[in-house]
């Protein structure tokens, strides 16, 4: 994690908390070993589902303690979709890989509908409150706004803040209310400005934002404006 990363991190969190308490889910943070969180939580709740990255080691302690339902999430199509069965298979161009892939008509998998309601955590559940960014390493709140003078310079051309929320409306600024999709093209390759490049890349890292999401946006607006003469 580089070293300016805490500030999405915390972002993300942050939101994250406020946004799923509509829904009635409630984080509860946790220092401790995966695994033996794991083993805690299975002994107190019915979990069916578990939503991670991949940590191989940590993978292989989780399945020894229950059935490990992995849900593939990162990319944006779907590893068991793909007509490679050996890694070296993989053409080393990204257009080769995307022309294989019309021609065998393999399509992204749909995105994944979220109930809105939820059961609550039984009572027995304490609920810790969310790190501070002085958890991360700074001492105050002062030296982290000083801090802040440091990294967001004024020519910055990323001062975005983290979380779902703000990834959703970066890409709905994007896509519907300033139609940067019909001049991608043309700016993908600079990084001089907000507008050039999609900028998405900040909460694709985090899982803020997935790929899948973008694809179906990008397909909703080619149904309703038409396919862009800029190309993408």
């Not at 890409?171 to 507008?195: A, F, G, I």
Request: with cysteine; proline share 4%; glycine share 4%.
């Amino acid at each position: 994690m580089y070293w300016f990363d805490s500030r999405q991190i915390t972002d993300k969190i942050y939101k994250c908390d406020k946004e799923i308490c509509i829904t009635h889910i409630e984080i509860v943070y946790r220092e401790r070993w995966i695994s033996q969180l794991i083993q805690q939580f299975k002994d107190k709740f019915e979990i069916s589902i578990g939503f991670h990255q991949e940590e191989t080691d940590v993978e292989k302690v989780v399945r020894q303690l229950a059935h490990d339902n992995n849900i593939w999430t990162s990319t944006l199509y779907h590893p068991d979709d793909l007509p490679y069965n050996n890694p070296k298979a993989f053409p080393d161009v990204f257009t080769q890989f995307r022309v294989t892939l019309d021609k065998k008509s393999i399509r992204v998998r749909c995105l994944i509908n979220i109930s809105n309601t939820f059961k609550p955590l039984s009572d027995d559940c304490v609920i810790t409150s969310i790190p501070s960014l002085t958890d991360f390493g700074y001492s105050s709140t002062i030296d982290y706004l000083l801090l802040l003078i440091v990294i967001v310079h004024p020519n910055s051309v990323f001062s975005f803040k983290g979380g779902e929320s703000f990834g959703l409306a970066h890409l709905q600024e994007y896509v519907w209310e300033k139609n940067l999709v019909l001049s991608y093209k043309q700016t993908r390759n600079s990084l001089t400005d907000s507008e050039n490049s999609t900028k998405f890349s900040p909460w694709l890292s985090n899982g803020s934002l997935s790929s899948r999401k973008i694809f179906f946006e990008l397909k909703r607006y080619e149904s309703e404006q038409g396919i862009p003469d800029a190309g993408y």
